[in-house]
């Protein structure tokens, strides 16, 4: 965090009356985990926040304290683009680029409120006038966290701790990536302070599976290829088998890590065909060194972090696929 940080974020706050929260598309546990955590923390400071979010979230997320509070765009267009074009503040957390919050993003343009991201994504925009950007570190939880004891660590209640360990669990794998640290840890030792129920949170999170959400999973690893010699896998699913178990949003979440837990296993990547958007959501995950943030980026319209990232093909599944195995094998020295 950079010094001026804290000291031009306290004085934006002193001058705010209406503040709007945003996380990105598709949000997770960390999207949403650190919008609401901030915002409780805000209002215990007597501020009105909004958390706006582009589209729908996964059941899976529908406990988080706060959460039948948040504006979806996709749903209350108008009460949205009302709160940006008024707002005097907007956060927007766990994004760096506009672009994952589209369509919304044409009205973040037009807003006259000061814009700050807290975020932990490879290579920021430069849309915000405050930036507290830390690729380093496992979740924008665990910065907001830092922003929150910087400010006034008393008022972390449990309310707060909830959103904030549910961020910081999910995005670090239950404490398993590599960027989970001892001071990871040390927070996460403060928010058990505030009474927070963490097994019952754990339980919220990966304990909620659907017949339908379970299914879709056999599915997908019944369609796993691994690619001849190398340390590479894929997955796909075909809008028909979504349909087929009966998909909601949120229910292929995690699938892609299925295919890390192959013994010696680099890269996994999977391709969820969305026949409605007319495009196959890609996921990107790898172990050690392969850098699927380059990976992505180069071949196919994302990005991220270097052990996980996204992307987007606006082929269909087929010549995705075919792209992707094609791509996989001129990176063979690495994947060996
Ligand atoms: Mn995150």
Not at 80 to 106: C, G, H, Q, V, Y
Not at 156 to 169: D, P
Not at 171 to 191: E, K, M, P, Y
Not at 207 to 235: C, H, M, P, W
Request: glycine share 6%; aromatic share 8%; hydrophobic share 35%.
């Amino acid at each position: 965090m950079k010094n001026n940080f804290i000291p031009a974020l306290k004085e934006q706050l002193i001058n705010s009356k209406k503040i709007v929260i945003i996380p990105h598309k598709n949000p997770d546990g960390d999207a949403l985990g650190s919008c609401l955590g901030w915002k409780h923390f805000l209002e215990t400071m007597d501020h009105t926040c909004a958390v706006v979010s582009p589209n729908e979230f996964p059941k899976f997320l529908e406990w988080l304290p706060g959460q039948n509070e948040i504006i979806k765009y996709s749903k209350s267009k108008k009460k949205s683009e009302k709160l940006l074009l008024e707002a005097d503040l907007i956060f927007t957390l766990d994004f760096n680029s506009l672009s994952r919050i589209e369509p919304m993003n044409k009205i973040i343009d037009d807003c006259k409120a000061i814009k700050i991201m807290v975020d932990h994504h490879e290579q920021p925009e430069d849309y915000a006038d405050l930036i507290y950007s830390d690729p380093s570190l496992g979740s924008t939880c665990e910065m907001i966290y830092n922003v929150m004891e910087a400010i006034d660590i008393s008022v972390i209640n449990k309310k707060i701790a909830t959103c904030i360990y549910t961020g910081i669990m999910t995005d670090s794998g239950s404490f398993r990536f590599q960027s989970t640290t001892a001071i990871t840890h040390s927070i996460v030792s403060n928010l058990l302070d505030t009474g927070i129920d963490h097994a019952q949170i754990h339980n919220n999170i990966y304990d909620a599976y659907s017949f339908g959400r379970l299914q879709l999973l056999g599915k997908a690893l019944t369609n796993i290829v691994k690619v001849e010699a190398l340390n590479a896998v894929y997955i796909t699913l075909s809008q028909e088998e979504l349909n087929q178990c009966d998909f909601k949003k949120g229910d292929t979440e995690g699938f892609v890590n299925y295919g890390l837990s192959l013994n010696g296993i680099k890269l996994a990547i999977i391709l969820i065909e969305n026949s409605q958007e007319k495009i196959i959501k890609m996921s990107f995950r790898s172990k050690g060194d392969f850098n699927v943030n380059e990976f992505a980026r180069k071949h196919f319209n994302g990005g991220g972090h270097n052990n996980a990232a996204g992307g987007v093909s606006y082929d269909n599944l087929e010549k995705t696929t075919q792209k992707v195995h094609q791509t996989i094998l001129e990176y063979k020295d690495q994947l060996k």
